[in-house]
């Protein structure tokens, strides 16, 4: 599968970044495996300089490596590397669902149902378009919260840790539908606790159900890693 076009309209690094991100998660280069400024430039038809740009970014972010005189490497990143982040996202993710409790109109409530059973329909039958969906339905909760700085943690913790494809996770179509039925329930009721701990226990289920699925592709090792 050829990768999408740069457009050369938008700014090319966050992009390029965005393209590598995809790479290391989806185990096509493994952990300690080097990356080749020049190798990625002729892929994504762009010069050094962008490419460069975004591997620094990366480095920021935890997932590549500079070594000084001798380029990038993707960092292995272990089980438990993968669970302290999920951990930390859904402490912020709680928090966020706990302001949303007592924020949300009866307008965005009926919003989250609608979009609730979209996603357990399109989950039914397969529809890739369930993971859009259930996004939608996170993005409604966070900016009901009203509170910026909280969103803006939440976006940073995904970021060391980005996936996409859900739906080939195994246990998620099942498990992420039933997970937000506690959750809903307690926005409809106004309890920020009770949203704190189903949206806490939810994003914490995502991230075993993740972690088992990385795991099993070879993607995360079991061990601790000394850096």
Do not use: K
């Amino acid at each position: 599968m050829s990768d999408p076009a740069i457009d050369p309209t938008r700014r090319l690094t966050p992009q390029i970044a965005f393209r590598i991100r995809q790479m290391i998660m989806s185990g096509e280069v493994r952990g300690n495996a080097p990356l080749r400024t020049e190798h990625l430039a002729a892929r994504f038809g762009v010069s050094a300089t962008p490419v460069r740009e975004a591997l620094m970014a990366l480095s920021s972010e935890g997932l590549v490596e500079a070594r000084p005189g001798r380029g990038f490497r993707v960092v292995q990143m272990s089980r438990q590397d993968l669970l302290d982040i999920y951990d930390a996202h859904a402490y912020l993710a709680g928090e966020l669902a706990a302001r949303a409790a007592q924020q949300l109109t009866d307008a965005e409530i009926d919003e989250l149902h609608s979009l609730q059973e979209q996603f357990a329909a399109a989950t039914r039958c397969g529809d890739p378009a369930a993971e859009g969906i259930e996004w939608e339905l996170h993005a409604l909760i966070n900016r009901a919260a009203r509170t910026n700085r909280l969103q803006w943690l939440v976006r940073l913790t995904i970021r060391h840790a980005p996936f996409w494809a859900w739906s080939s996770v195994a246990g998620w179509a099942q498990a992420a539908p039933e997970d937000h039925l506690p959750l809903l329930r307690a926005l409809r009721h106004r309890n920020p606790r009770a949203a704190r701990d189903a949206m806490t226990a939810h994003i914490r289920n995502a991230g075993e159900l993740l972690a088992d699925h990385l795991t099993e592709r070879g993607i995360l090792v079991d061990e601790p890693i000394d850096r």
